[in-house]
């Protein structure tokens, strides 16, 4: 620990790689969006010594922002991971009962960047572009990284670039770049813990397509356990140059939830 320490305070960067919250922010069709509104403010209430507090409500989606997405979040064929009925073990409109998002322990491991569009030699992949097993091999092989069992893989599109333009984002109509199936088989055989994508979903989205199938998320989350995180804002880690790194997210435990909003940090 004294080690870990001295390295940080020896000058590792620490990298937020979450997107700030806000009500203006890109949000999945498919999820609540984001709001909140002041209940208290300064002056409504002033106590004896004349001090005063404010606080907020906030609504939004376990599935919004930069977010975990929990193994009870997909399933296929009515199971979920390890062969779970998932009709068994949820409740109407309550909470699931298995492989919530608060079974997810806090996660500290090696995570290793795989910037696929600095491999392909392009800042941002092109809309709708699939990210392959070879692009994840060859984005490895430029860093000098071998990704092992339990690591965190932080899949950069450079898509998170626009982040600010959600209708471009979101690519409902050109589509948005992101791993498909043969990308999600090289992680799952590597063992790995955690993957994170800097788009909305962790697929390929050809244009025109929505998120009508989600074969990388059954792959990942049903047949293999591997967690996801969505909307990973991977800019500054990149430009960095950042290939292997400390990495950290712990999802908020809503019992029984399939998701949940992150902050992840990456220390380097």
């Known amino acids: 620990m004294g080690g870990r320490l001295a390295a940080l305070a020896s000058g590792a960067r620490i990298f ?64 979920l991971h390890g062969g779970i009925d998932a009709a068994s073990v949820q409740s109407e409109g309550s909470r699931f009962t298995r492989l919530g998002v608060e079974t997810v322990e806090p996660i500290v491991c090696r995570g ?5 569009a600095a491999a392909r030699g392009v800042e941002v992949l092109p809309p709708g572009e699939p990210i392959t097993a070879d692009d994840l091999a060859a984005a490895s092989e430029r860093a000098g990284v071998e990704v092992r069992a339990g690591d965190a893989v932080l899949v950069r599109s ?58 990388v998320h059954r792959i990942l989350l049903v047949e293999a356990g591997i967690f996801i995180i969505e909307n990973a804002n991977l800019e500054e880690l990149a430009s960095a140059g950042v290939a292997e790194c400390l990495f950290s997210v712990s999802p908020l435990p809503f019992v029984g939830g399939t998701g949940s909003p992150v902050r992840p940090v990456a220390v380097a």
């Open 16 to 79: 937020d790689l979450g997107h700030p919250l806000e009500p203006t922010m890109p949000v999945s069709p498919n999820h609540p969006g984001y709001r909140m509104a002041l209940l208290r403010r300064h002056g409504d209430m002033v106590r004896p010594d004349g001090g005063s507090a404010a606080n907020e409500m906030i609504v939004m989606g376990g599935h919004t922002g930069t977010h975990f997405d929990a193994l009870c979040h997909v399933s296929h064929r009515g199971k």
């Open 158 to 215: 450079g898509w998170a670039r626009y982040w600010g333009d959600p209708p471009r984002y979101i690519g409902h109509d050109s589509g948005v770049p992101g791993p498909e199936e043969s990308a999600a088989r090289w992680l799952a055989s590597r063992g790995i813990r955690v993957t994170a994508h800097d788009s909305m979903a962790y697929e390929h989205l050809p244009p025109g397509s929505g998120h009508r199938l989600l074969p």
């Open 112 to 116: 290793v960047l795989l910037d696929v």
